[in-house]
RNA sequence: GCGCCUGUAGCUCAGUGGAUAGAGCACCGGCCUCCGGAGCCGGGUGCGCAGGUUCAACUCCUGUCAGGCGUACCA
């Protein structure tokens, strides 16, 4: 339990005691103890920590807040070894000052958890899941599954520190509906390629890559395809298509920090007969009904807003139909919960995919969905709209190129996924020394520099013997340790809420109050006994940023 | 029409039912004999609107207005 946390917890007991104490004595008429809190008050006149709960009791007491904020006080223990002062304020809150030293063992004990700090066993172990990005393997990535793929990796690393077991997978659709159609764009473009007259698919895939990979096929093997039987030659062109694109995928997402633990076929699903025993799982539960041709499911009996189709009247099964044997599969595989990161435009499939979950007997709340709204993309001030069929899009290759993985993990995470996000390419290119990224990273090369020169000096962290970290005195230095001091139950509550943006708005804070500390505190050059102890609040610091830019997969470089 | 998301400072966005709602950008002033000025300090009549719940609402509920996205035998 991280410092902050026991502290928390103690203050919790003790109020709790003190006040069953006065309902014993009758001074205090309640039925049983309100959910009362102890926080960090946002405003630091207003003490180390403060609690509601007299604010609570107000209405079964029948008396005022402040009044039994002050039977409280009295009654607490004067000879309290953590508590210093207490005082009521407000409509009735009760501030906690606590004995001076307490941020100087909270900085003691953070410093001898070295990396493990920060991290905590609030997932106890359960067996998680997040899959992302899951493109389709027809086209490039773009700034869509760029989002998602900073949410979706960031999101799997705080569950990792918190305490979760985590998998990391990448649905890859390989079949159905897109496949065919890319299919017939790649015959169209292979036989143009050697110079035939053809028409292109009218819903075809118009991206250039898919020319691309089709020359690539002409260098390897020239026309052998060019009199093969359509649809043979349409299977193999896409077969071999497939494994180039989903390589470059593959590549592409590993340049932006991330690496996936599975890599799952939706094609293995048809094969396997997983999909046909799920359809008929749904059917002897009696969930299935046909008409025109087509075989529905009753999904309203679940929450959609109306019955779906899970196998066409062509024989061919829905993606949906394919989506629900591949949840299936998943809690099959162990996972407790399993989170899904997906487009707004995808949230449609969210009731029918719980809905597909509870039919089967899986409880719906195991599967998580988050959506995150489109990224808009801005150039010479226009909108652009990005779509994979006219082949209008920059792609996360290019992104990467333009603004550098660092600013653009950030960037992309830095928002909460709820709120849709404008991407302006040209300020992202022009004025990349003004993204908050370098803010956070010149704060940590900084703190390198300082441990570097004192370094050179022959002023190291293990020459410099037992540091007396009750020297912090200053409001800075005290600011940024309860900053640090923070960071388990941050990393916690983004972890639990799903909420990864919370971490780069954290560091973003972190390494504000470091540059106002450095600004105010001389490191190098004070007393020997004060140095020692600012070195170690540096040494923290940096550890504290180093560890936050490792969770959003963004680099901490020592010099800039 | 119905469903989901979002309306917070000029702009882009944070904000876990609590006390005086914050940051960055932009704009205007300051701050380098000294550890990296890519920095620091100061400058603000802002929670779409209306009800409700609560001791307490940006936060929860209802309604309403505005924007985005869905509402396929596509995925």
Request: hydrophobic share 40%; net charge negative; proline share 3%.
């Amino acid at each position: 339990m991280s410092w902050i946390s026991e502290i928390k917890h103690e203050l919790h007991r003790q109020l709790g005691q003190v006040v069953e104490g006065l309902k014993a004595s009758g001074q205090l008429d309640f039925s049983e103890l309100p959910s009362y809190i102890i926080e960090v008050p946002r405003e630091k006149s207003h003490g180390d920590f403060a609690s509601n709960i007299a604010m609570l009791l107000t209405k079964e007491a029948k008396m005022p807040p402040r009044k039994i904020a002050e039977m409280i006080v009295n009654a607490f223990d004067k000879e309290n070894k953590l508590v210093d002062t207490l005082e009521i304020a407000g409509p009735g809150f009760i501030n906690f000052r606590l004995e001076p030293t307490w941020l100087a063992k909270g900085l003691a004990a953070l410093l001898a958890e070295g990396d493990a700090y920060g991290n905590s066993n609030t997932g106890k172990g359960e067996k998680i899941q997040v899959e992302f990005v899951s493109a389709n393997p027809t086209g490039e990535l773009h700034m869509g599954n760029a989002r998602g793929a900073a949410i979706g990796d960031t999101l799997a690393s705080l569950l990792d520190a918190a305490g979760y077991e985590v998998e990391r997978e990448f649905y890859i659709n390989d079949a159905g509906n897109q496949i065919e159609k890319f299919g017939l764009s790649l015959e169209a473009r292979y036989l143009e390629l050697l110079g035939e007259e053809v028409e292109f698919p009218e819903d075809g895939y118009h991206g250039e890559d898919i020319t691309r990979t089709m020359e690539a096929l002409i260098a390897e093997v020239g026309d052998k395809y060019k009199d093969t039987e359509s649809g043979l030659r349409r299977e193999l062109l896409t077969r071999y298509a497939l494994e180039k694109k989903i390589a470059d995928i593959r590549k592409t997402l590993a340049a932006f920090g991330v690496h996936y633990d599975v890599w799952f076929s939706e094609q293995t699903l048809h094969d396997s007969g997983a999909v046909a025993k799920a359809v008929e799982e749904l059917n002897e539960k009696g969930y299935l009904f046909e008409e025109e041709g087509a075989l529905w499911f009753k999904s309203s009996l679940f929450g959609t807003e109306k019955d779906e189709v899970l196998v066409r009247s062509n024989g061919i099964p829905t993606y949906y139909a394919a989506d629900i044997a591949y949840h299936k599969n998943k809690f099959q595989r162990g996972f407790q919960e399993v989170i899904n990161i997906w487009g707004a435009d995808h949230h449609g499939h969210v009731a029918r995919l719980k809905g597909g979950m509870a039919a089967l007997g899986y409880d719906p709340d195991r599967l998580q969905v988050i959506l995150m709204q489109l990224v808009r993309l801005f150039q010479s001030g226009e909108i652009m709209r990005m779509s994979k069929r006219a082949g209008t899009y920059v792609t996360l290759e290019e992104l990467m190129e333009d603004v550098g993985v660092d600013a653009a993990r950030f960037f992309f995470v830095m928002r909460s996924a709820d709120s849709q996000m404008d991407f302006d390419l040209d300020l992202a290119k022009s004025q990349t020394a003004d993204n908050p990224v370098f803010y956070v990273q010149y704060a940590h090369a900084r703190i390198c520099s300082i441990l570097q020169q004192g370094h050179e000096n022959g002023i190291t962290l293990d020459n410099m013997g037992q540091a007396d970290l009750s020297l912090l005195k200053e409001a800075s230095e005290q600011d940024l340790i309860r900053k640090m001091l923070d960071l388990p139950e941050e990393i916690a509550y983004a972890a639990v809420h799903r909420e990864p943006h919370r971490i780069a708005v954290y560091v973003l804070d972190l390494a504000g109050l470091f540059h106002t500390f450095y600004t105010n505190c001389r490191v190098l050059g004070v007393d020997a006994p004060l140095m020692a102890a600012r070195l170690r609040l540096c040494q923290a610091t940096a550890s504290c940023i180093a560890k936050c830019l490792k969770l959003l997969g963004v680099s901490a470089p020592t010099h800039m």
